[in-house]
């Protein structure tokens, strides 16, 4: 029997942006449009949170049918904590965007854990916009950091400039993941961009989660 390819979407589960009074969460659509280009390539797909239970939602468009179907039926309600999900058996983890990451992606031990035996098993690891947060201190068993050396995308200094968050954000995404020993590779601001190295995807922005899930399709054949 040929094994069905599974992905994990993980998603945060922070919802203060910094101290703007504003709610963020995890960005709908670049969960959703993933899950839906996984589901139609077949794979078995499951979602995480850093905290369990229901995540909060940023970015939402009440009009856009993939976002809808994704809230409706996949399980976004009551997602398992990561502490509580086996690697085992995952092929390919997308770490979501949206802002709430940059709070509790890059030091929670168990996406890294999960993260970490998908990639060491001959998985791919992927991430959009601000989802590569979880990558900046990402180390493999051998702790070398997995992003060390290779060419990433990710929300850039002058997106976040954009959206006037510079100086609520933790830190800024593309400093940090040049400063982990990445090579940064920015295009113009919210357009399509996907970067793969190896078995390592990532995309810069909203506009790049659909593509980012179809580079993930392509490298898995």
Same mark, same amino acid.
């Given at each position: 029997?040929?094994?069905?390819?599974?992905?994990?979407?993980?998603?945060?589960?922070?919802?203060?942006?910094?101290?703007?009074?504003?709610?963020?969460?995890?960005?709908?659509?670049?969960?959703?449009?993933?899950?839906?280009?996984?589901?139609?390539?077949?794979?078995?797909?499951?979602?995480?949170?850093?905290?369990?239970?229901?995540?909060?939602?940023?970015?939402?468009?009440?009009?856009?049918?993939?976002?809808?179907?994704?809230?409706?039926?996949?399980?976004?309600?009551?997602?398992?904590?990561?502490?509580?999900?086996?690697?085992?058996?995952?092929?390919?983890?997308?770490?979501?965007?949206?802002?709430?990451?940059?709070?509790?992606?890059?030091?929670?031990?168990?996406?890294?854990? +999960?993260?970490?035996? +998908?990639?060491?098993?001959?998985?791919?690891?992927?991430?959009?916009?601000?989802?590569?947060?979880?990558?900046?201190?990402?180390?493999?068993?051998? #702790?070398?950091?997995? +992003?060390?050396?290779k060419r990433v995308a990710g929300?850039?200094?002058?997106?976040?400039? =954009?959206?006037?968050?510079?100086?609520?954000?933790?830190?800024?995404? =593309?400093?940090?993941?040049?400063?982990?020993?990445?090579?940064?590779?920015?295009?113009?601001?919210?357009?399509?961009?996907?970067?793969?190295? #190896?078995?390592?995807?990532?995309?810069?922005?909203?506009?790049?989660?659909? =593509?980012?899930?179809?580079?993930?399709?392509?490298?898995?054949?």
């Open positions: 029997m040929e094994h069905m390819t599974r992905a994990l979407i993980a998603l945060t589960s922070h919802s203060e942006l910094g101290r703007t009074g504003r709610t963020t969460g995890y960005y709908v659509g670049e969960a959703a449009e993933p899950w839906e280009v996984f589901r139609a390539a077949g794979y078995d797909v499951d979602l995480v949170s850093v905290a369990g239970g229901e995540p909060p939602v940023d970015g939402r468009d009440d009009t856009d049918r993939t976002q809808n179907d994704f809230l409706a039926t996949a399980g976004v309600t009551d997602t398992p904590k990561a502490a509580d999900v086996d690697p085992d058996g995952y092929d390919v983890i997308v770490f979501a965007g949206g802002h709430g990451t940059m709070w509790d992606f890059p030091d929670d031990p168990d996406l890294a854990r +999960i993260a970490r035996a +998908i990639y060491e098993r001959g998985g791919v690891v992927a991430a959009v916009c601000h989802g590569p947060s979880a990558l900046v201190n990402l180390t493999l068993s051998d #702790g070398s950091r997995l +992003i060390a050396g929300f850039t200094n002058d997106e976040e400039a =954009a959206v006037g968050l510079t100086d609520e954000v933790p830190f800024l995404l =593309a400093d940090k993941l040049t400063e982990a020993g990445a090579q940064h590779v920015p295009a113009p601001n919210f357009t399509e961009h996907v970067v793969v190295d #190896g078995r390592l995807v990532t995309g810069q922005n909203p506009q790049s989660a659909r =593509a980012l899930a179809e580079a993930v399709v392509k490298l898995r054949g």
